[in-house]
């Protein structure tokens, strides 16, 4: 399983960016797919999910109002559109995949991409 994620970049408080992650596997199995992030120091955190059709998704309480998941319909690409970016949002964010129809536990993620930088200054 390939993951690839884009769109990190260093942005300013409140300004909005648009992450992706394109899972390059066989589109004939199904996987669902997630996005984490990990700042400097901490530890990796959950932040949204979306199964394999789009049709269930999660986004954490912590950023649920800012931030949302969403799946391209025929393809292995999933986004997180992140608004009114904060100095906290800083960290590498990370797409990740679980062959999984539902929203598997946040544990159960076994195929990572690379990640992307997101800096947001003050």
């Known amino acids: 399983v390939q993951l690839q994620a884009s769109g990190g970049g260093l942005v300013q408080a409140g300004d909005s960016l648009r992450l992706s992650c394109t899972n390059s596997?066989?589109?004939?199995?199904?996987?669902?797919m997630a996005w984490f992030r990990q700042a400097p120091g901490q530890d990796r955190k959950f932040l949204a999910a979306i199964s394999w059709s789009g049709s269930h998704s999660y986004v954490t309480d912590s950023v649920k109002a800012r931030f949302s998941i969403s799946r391209d319909g025929h393809a292995d690409t999933i986004h997180l559109q992140m608004n009114n970016l904060k100095p906290d949002d800083t960290a590498v964010y990370y797409c990740?995949?679980?062959?999984?129809?539902?929203?598997?536990?946040?544990?159960?993620?076994?195929?990572w991409g690379q990640g992307t930088q997101v800096t947001v200054s003050s």
């Open positions: 596997i066989s589109t004939s199995l199904s996987y669902a």
């Open positions: 990740a995949a679980h062959r999984s129809r539902g929203i598997p536990h946040v544990d159960d993620y076994d195929y």
